[in-house]
């Protein structure tokens, strides 16, 4: 039986789990307007939760005229990953930000907690939430070290950011609430008070399904979108059409700043080796979206593998049962995943809405006038 067959089974038996997810429908994703990056086909909901076992929940905040913000919880698998960990990387592409964790996971190669992302004066607060819900797992009574991996994005134009308004119950709600199936987007978790080229930025995801002939892995990928630059859709230039892009003018001294996380996971048996080349070539899904990695951008990925033969149990022990996808075979992996970074930045803007707050509003992007650029350029049908 195919590889893609198999996950397709998988998916189908998920189903029942998929209750209360849920996707808000009045906002297109990119494809609705024929926005299709790349060769390769997305798995059944376009999301990182195509691989099997990966799991997404939210905790949206939004308190009063001035708290716009939220927690994102990404799960390599639903089991314990202190005890049962996966291999993973980190890539910076500009390291202005804060991403805890991110030194153990490069220097050992490996995850031991779930993902946490949320905005930049919560890091501590979330990783301290995470940390204490970790040690009260059964199997934890011992453990006397653990290596939380939290990312953030500065969402200080929408929220309050200075009251770090994250606290343990909201921690244990994304992680409480994390499921497989369709992921919802946008103004959602850790994107509700994000901005992405002057527009409302938020969460995104995407997936693509390699051919049983390349291997026939899946990869996912989520994004949480928080950045500047000159945006581009599919090649056509939407930031300079709509009169809103980076250096328009230069006397206020817009560069583009601000910060992308980006999580991939995949299915193949990869080693961390490996899964910093995977890391790496969501940049470049990054830049066709129009960044330029400011000098004030936190470009972040963390890429991981789900695949149970390179798992690595806590007692260090291997049950490696078959060899990691070789050299020579990942340049389909690269591909899918540049496609797939890039078609979740663009689902994060068509799907996130306008969030007002007392320090003003940022609009979401004017579905309208952007579907008209498309069909001009051929790109959305009549």
Known sequence: M?????NALICLLAVPALVGQGVEPTRPRARDLGVAPGVFVPGRWNAITDVAGVQVGHRTIMRGDSVRTGVTAILPHPSNLYLHRVPAAVVVGNGFGKLLGSTQVNELGELESPILLTCTLCVWRAADALVERMLEQPGMEQVRSLNPVVAETNDGRLNAIRSRPIGPADVAEALRSAVSGPVSEGSVGAGTGTVAFGWKGGIGTSSRQLPDRLGGWMVGVLVQTNFGGVLQIAGVP???????????DVSNQDGGDGSIIMVVATDAPLSDRSLRRIGSRALLGLARTGSSASNGSGDYVIAFSTALSVRRPVN???DVSQPEVGNNQMSGLFQAVVEATEEAIYNSLFQATTVTARSGTVEALPIDRVR?????????PQ
């Open 2 to 6: 195919s590889r893609s067959i198999v």
């Open 238 to 248: 939407v930031g300079k059409a709509l009169g809103r892009y980076a250096f328009q």
């Open 372 to 380: 008209a650029l498309l069909i001009a350029a051929g790109i959305s």
């Open 316 to 318: 260090g022990t291997s």
